[in-house]
């Protein structure tokens, strides 16, 4: 699964750390082995979700640089961005990359 996943794409979307005196990492026991972060499969599975947004995006985008040409791309996406944003259907991260592989598909 992991070879489809690009290599730019975040490895880890939601780190946790937990307070204390001593540093701790959260960390999920998955097959007798402390797992922290995302496994391959869960790194797939939100790659899989940001491409498709990010097909989608393309379309809203250009309805968007229709409806207001007189905006310049970069305002067109940072709209697209916002609304996104507001749906928080992905991380900081995740939406970093998905803005980069929008601008990428639209060719801007």
């Not at 204390?20 to 899989?48: N, Q, S």
């Not at 996406?77 to 609304?83: H, K």
Request: aromatic share 8%; with cysteine.
């Amino acid at each position: 699964m992991s070879q489809h996943v690009p290599e730019d794409f975040p490895r880890d979307a939601t780190p946790a750390s937990l307070a204390g005196a001593h540093p701790k990492l959260a960390g999920r026991l998955i097959d007798g082995k402390f797992v922290v972060g995302l496994t391959e499969e869960e790194r797939f599975e939100r790659w899989d979700i940001c491409e498709d947004l990010a097909q989608q995006l393309v379309g809203a985008a250009r309805r968007e640089a229709s409806k207001y040409p007189e905006n310049s791309r970069d305002v067109t996406l940072e709209r697209v961005r916002r609304g996104l944003e507001d749906k928080r259907w992905t991380s900081a991260v995740e939406t970093d990359w998905l803005m980069t592989r929008l601008r990428s598909l639209l060719e801007w």
